[in-house]
């Protein structure tokens, strides 16, 4: 195989809550609980949602990873040529970390999302969503940078399907930086706006958006009927395509202008639907082609399945079922990466049963699924996340994993990256 398993972190444990061990008190004093049992008082800090397993990019050589009782840094330390796994909030003199610290989550929050959203070379938003242990569901936006922020914090009824992080313009040149909210029943977005001519200096105080204002930053999103569940898009010259995956199984796709995050009025739209909700999606191989875009999507679905979606903006695009990616139950995530090293990506699905998966295109232009003698990557717990990046400056990928077991870095095989090479140079070198 080209790749190999060459780091794999654990988590911190997460925190116990203490059993108080005074005398029983008289019966008046008693109050009725919703638990009887004691052992589950102390259980309450380790039963989380494993939903919020996850990573977000946020330098070249650093991951934000999301667990529900705590965030982390991985980081590749350069001086010591070695991944870090260190929980946030540890290093005061990090801006990040001293962000996290600002920010005051409950140490009893169970984290359900975080992400940096940078809105200028020397300023940044930490985005924290969590679930109070006896309240409710809390959006904070944490600006630090120059001239740093007030914290602001915004209290849900329900727990959102998916929180995005944003920065939206609308055509007459205002700008927002925030968070869309994507619930069973209604989207809202909560966060700053500023006017064209406004300095990034001192951000206003955040609000949520008005229809009209939601209107104008996010045009493609008015009057959405269904429930979103994942949301992803790219930037393909001065054009925006953006996926948006529902728990119904509707699946649109979008395209136009574009204007930072969203899109100008005048948008394409293509609308499909799937058996079951979606759980995922990535878009690929994005080109503009006569003025037209053309993409690949890989999509997949909770109840067990994923397929791809070639040019979803003809007409006659047919979505295509990748063969037995139905053996894996629930597609938790994906991505592309070149695993075999031969200059074309492959799909990488992974599963709630523990197993990263992979489909190279054959030459009768076909997804097939890699062999176990070429692919055989299983885990001790579900795949919750998949990022493909050059973390360690080195030229190729690696492949960091978010398990429910720990977070797992596969690094290239050293000889069959040297065998690459090789050839290469042979190549240009031509015959002897």
Not at 65 to 81: G, H, R, Y
Not at 122 to 131: A, H, R, T
Not at 186 to 199: L, M, P
Not at 396 to 410: F, K, P, Q, W, Y
Request: aromatic share 10%; glycine share 6%.
């Amino acid at each position: 195989m080209s790749y190999g398993q060459s780091w794999h972190f654990r988590y911190s444990p997460p925190p116990v809550a203490e059993i108080s061990t005074t005398s029983t008190p008289k019966k008046a004093l008693l109050k009725h609980s919703s638990c009887s049992d004691p052992s589950s008082t102390a259980a309450f800090m380790q039963d989380r949602d494993v939903s919020a397993f996850g990573m977000t990019k946020i330098a070249q050589n650093r991951l934000l990873v999301t667990t529900p009782w705590m965030l982390c840094n991985l980081n590749f330390v350069e001086n010591t040529q070695q991944f870090q796994l260190i929980p946030l909030g540890l290093s005061p003199e990090d801006p990040i970390d001293k962000a996290f610290i600002m920010a005051g989550t409950p140490t009893d929050a169970t984290f359900l999302f975080s992400d940096i959203l940078q809105v200028a070379p020397n300023k940044s938003i930490l985005v924290l969503v969590y679930q109070e242990a006896k309240g409710s569901c809390c959006l904070v936006l944490q600006p630090y940078g120059e001239n740093g922020g007030s914290r602001e914090r915004l209290e849900q009824d329900q727990v959102p399907l998916k929180s995005l992080p944003t920065i939206a313009a609308s055509e007459n040149g205002s700008r927002f930086f925030g968070v869309v909210l994507f619930r069973h029943d209604s989207i809202s977005a909560f966060g700053f706006t500023i006017s064209e001519d406004a300095e990034l200096t001192n951000l206003p105080s955040a609000k949520d958006l008005e229809s009209d204002e939601f209107a104008a930053f996010f045009p493609h999103l008015v009057n959405f009927k269904h429930p979103i569940t994942e949301y992803y898009s790219i930037a393909v010259d001065d054009y925006r395509v953006i996926a948006i995956g529902c728990n119904n199984g509707i699946i649109q796709f979008v395209s136009g202008k574009s204007l930072c995050d969203g899109v100008a009025p005048g948008f394409t739209v293509q609308q499909y639907e799937i058996d079951g909700p979606v759980s995922m999606i990535t878009l690929f191989d994005a080109s503009i082609i006569e003025s037209r875009v053309v993409c690949s999507a890989l999509v997949g679905g909770s109840v067990g399945y994923a397929v791809v979606f070639e040019d979803p903006f003809n007409t006659s695009c047919e979505p295509k079922f990748l063969p037995d990616s139905d053996y894996y139950d629930s597609i938790l995530c994906c991505n592309v990466a070149d695993i075999d090293l031969d200059g074309k990506r492959e799909l990488l699905l992974g599963s709630f049963s523990n197993a990263l998966v992979a489909y190279k295109k054959s030459a009768e232009n076909t997804w097939q699924l890699e062999s176990r003698s070429k692919w055989d990557f299983f885990f001790f717990g579900p795949i919750y996340s998949i990022i493909v990046q050059d973390m360690n400056g080195d030229g190729v990928d690696e492949i960091i994993l978010a398990s429910t077991d720990g977070i797992h870095v596969l690094e290239p095989d050293c000889d069959v990256v040297l065998q690459k090479l090789r050839a290469v140079i042979s190549l240009l070198n031509g015959p002897q």
